[in-house]
């Protein structure tokens, strides 16, 4: 079945540092999702990517997906303690009953 | 936005007793619902899909017996543990989309502790 491999598990940065995760897929998918979840809260969602190539900002972070439609990452540019929390990308590939394959997520913590 | 509402949000029940959880789409329709679980620290683990006016798609491995699910309209999906025991315990949550191409939009999940 599909898998989607999130790297790396854990990141740890100083406040003002740069990170990045990165999500890899075992097929092509229709789009792909990123959610963040804070402690003890539930995945919100933060963006969707369908085209192949495609490059979206939110403020400090910016999302790309690959050409191939199968790779995707997550970019923020100078951390923030605000900045918490588990990333997860979530494949969907629309042959598939329109199910979302998660991630296992990148738990980022950030030093002040 | 889409809200979707998931209630209780905490639950501890004996061993043995059932608990009914509700995922509630407020402001769209849902044809479908998906169920997940999550571990301390791990990922999200689809359970089952929920389709509305008709029998819920189980994952390998999910006990379509223990994990009841109904979805008896196009805004509310039910997700019945059955004689919890405490190996059940674990946070529970309900997603929704209003179309195929959206994205999922999240319950606030339901902790569960079966003591």
């Known amino acids: 079945g599909q898998q989607v491999m999130q790297i790396p598990q854990y990141q740890h940065v100083q406040e003002g540092e740069d990170f990045t995760t990165y999500c890899n897929s075992s097929t092509t998918l229709s789009n792909i999702q990123w959610y963040k979840q804070r402690p003890g809260g539930h995945p919100v969602f933060l963006i969707q990517l369908v085209k192949s190539g495609e490059v979206k900002k939110q403020k400090r972070l910016t999302f790309q997906f690959g050409e191939a439609k199968k790779n995707s990452s997550l970019h923020i540019t100078a951390t923030q303690t605000t900045d918490v929390g588990t990333y997860f990308c979530a494949g969907t590939n629309n042959t598939n009953a329109g199910k979302s394959t998660f991630g296992d997520g990148t738990t980022l913590t950030v030093k002040p | 936005g889409a809200v979707v509402s998931q209630h209780p949000s905490r639950v501890i029940c004996k061993s043995g007793t059932s608990v009914k959880i509700e995922c509630r789409s407020l402001?769209?329709?849902?044809?479908?619902m998906f169920w997940y679980r999550q571990f301390p620290k791990q990922s999200l683990m689809l359970m089952a899909t929920s389709n509305e006016g008709s029998k819920a798609t189980y994952e390998q491995g999910v006990e379509k017996d223990k994990f009841l699910i109904n979805h008896a309209s196009l805004t509310l999906s039910t997700l019945t543990v059955t004689s919890a025991h405490p190996e059940d315990s674990s946070f529970y949550i309900c997603s929704a989309r209003d179309s195929l191409n959206s994205p999922l939009h999240f319950g606030n999940g339901t902790r569960l502790t079966v003591t």
């Open positions: 402001d769209f329709q849902a044809t479908t």
